[in-house]
């Protein structure tokens, strides 16, 4: 979760309805990166860095993540 709210309680609301992550406003985009890579690390089963085979793409709202390339990207709607 990437959010503005700073209070302990919201933290662990987070965590406990889903979330595998927690990083608070204003955050260090090397920080998110990081944590993102780490998500990624304990998801895969091939080995790290490698290339996928398969090209596996979640979409959330303007997000694109290919799980195979490892990159994430942002489709504006509108242009």
Known sequence: MLTAKIDEIDRIVGLEVGAD??????????????????????????????????????????FKLNLGTREMFRTDENP
Do not use: H, W
């Not at 080995?47 to 959330?60: D, Q, R, V």
């Open 21 to 62: 992550d927690y990083l608070p406003k204003p955050f260090n985009p090397r920080e998110l990166l990081a944590r993102i890579r780490a998500v990624l690390r304990r998801q895969t089963t091939e080995a790290p860095g490698a290339p996928s085979s398969e090209e596996k793409i979640i979409t959330f709202g303007q």
